[in-house]
């Protein structure tokens, strides 16, 4: 079956910077459009990223969430079945439990068990 497993996650001091990884398996990896997308304590989920399949082994074109543009690169390695997240210049705002998703994400509950994040001011 489809299973995820994030890790990468701790805490940060505001500035700081974390690299998330995600490593999917049941499925055809390269084929899919992967997400992430985080929760914030006593919030919804929110869409974060989105990598585009194709485009080699490190995938297509890359959208991100106004809030995370410039600050948060997203990047996959097919090979690897596994997708990255780069945070940069973290801000409080950024505590959340991050989880990656395949295909076009409807704000659906995800499958894995996601990674805390927590930046401290």
């Known amino acids: 079956q489809v299973q995820f497993v994030e890790s990468g996650g701790g805490l940060v001091q505001s500035g700081g910077s974390l690299r998330l990884s995600c490593v999917a398996s049941?499925?055809?990896?390269?084929?899919?459009?992967m997400n992430w997308v985080r929760q914030a304590p006593g919030k919804g989920l929110e869409w974060v990223s989105l990598?585009?399949?194709?485009?080699?082994?490190?995938?297509?074109?890359?959208y991100y969430a106004d809030s995370v543009k410039g600050r948060f690169t997203i990047s996959r390695d097919n090979a690897k079945s596994t997708l990255y997240l780069q945070m940069n210049d973290l801000k409080p705002e950024d505590t959340a439990v991050y989880y990656c998703?395949?295909?076009?994400?409807?704000?659906?509950?995800?499958r894995g068990q996601g990674t805390q994040v927590t930046v401290s001011s």
């Open positions: 990598i585009m399949s194709g485009g080699g082994s490190g995938g297509g074109s890359t």
């Open positions: 998703t395949e295909g076009s994400w409807n704000g659906g509950l995800p």
């Open positions: 049941g499925f055809t990896f390269s084929n899919y459009r």
